[in-house]
């Protein structure tokens, strides 16, 4: 089964930062990796599908990119709101998740 | 819209038994597979089982395999998760979501809000 490793665990970030996660497929996928964000208390929301694909309504400072087996998730100018868990899904396997918090 | 809602979670004894449903609006259900996704508390998100379209097909994790049943009621819009002999490692908050396909691939949206359910011993 293809293994889905996500780091940082954790991150920090203040308002305004750019940050940016990896997840790291343990075979190559093509470009079949979502991602998603998880807040507490609520449903996780699809952010981006096909590595790079934004999804409608989903605000443009998150962007997806790969290279190789590697994908990582990049919020510009992040905002109070993005405060959750981030996690990567490729088929019906999940990483582990990236939470990020504020400084 | 497409919304999903779960309900049905709870506090169960130990091989106890529980029906979650999970109902849906604002898209056409009986054209999608659905899943059952599940979070334990403090790990990250486990999938659980899916249901094709009409029903015909169903998978499981290796986890819940014989205990579980995915089942769904396409004239009703519910999609529903038996579950038998709960272990107190079925504890989590368990989420029904659509399964999108294109491609060869798979993503799921959206996601209900989620029920709890906890398995006591």
């Known amino acids: 089964d293809i293994q889905l490793t996500q780091s940082p665990a954790s991150l920090s970030a203040s308002i305004g930062d750019r940050v940016t996660m990896t997840c790291r497929a343990s075979?190559?996928?093509?470009?079949?990796l979502n991602w998603y964000q998880h807040k507490s208390g609520k449903g996780p929301k699809l952010l981006i599908f096909?590595?790079?694909n934004l999804q409608s309504g989903v605000p443009s400072r998150f962007s997806g990119d790969q290279s190789g087996r590697n994908f990582t998730l990049t919020i510009n100018n992040v905002q109070p709101e993005d405060v959750a868990t981030y996690f990567c899904?490729?088929?019906?396997?999940f990483g582990q998740g990236t939470k990020v918090d504020l400084k | 819209e497409a919304q999903l809602v779960e309900s049905g979670g709870g506090l169960v004894q130990r091989g106890g038994s529980l029906r979650l449903s999970c109902a849906a609006t604002?898209?056409?259900?009986?054209?999608?597979?659905m899943t059952w996704v599940r979070q334990a508390p403090g790990k990250g998100l486990e999938w659980v089982a899916n249901?094709?379209?009409?029903?015909?097909?169903?998978y499981y994790a290796d986890s819940v395999k014989g205990r579980f049943t995915i089942s769904r009621d396409n004239d009703k819009k519910f999609l529903y998760l038996h579950m038998n002999s709960l272990r107190a490692e079925d504890t989590a908050i368990y989420y029904c979501?659509?399964?999108?396909?294109?491609?060869?691939?798979?993503?799921?949206?959206?996601w209900g809000q989620g029920t709890m359910v906890i398995v006591s011993s």
């Open positions: 979501a659509k399964v999108a396909m294109a491609g060869g691939y798979n993503w799921f949206v959206p």
């Open positions: 604002g898209f056409s259900f009986s054209s999608y597979w």
């Open positions: 249901i094709e379209e009409d029903g015909s097909a169903k």
């Open positions: 075979e190559t996928i093509r470009d079949f």
């Open positions: 096909g590595a790079s």
């Open positions: 899904q490729r088929g019906w396997t």
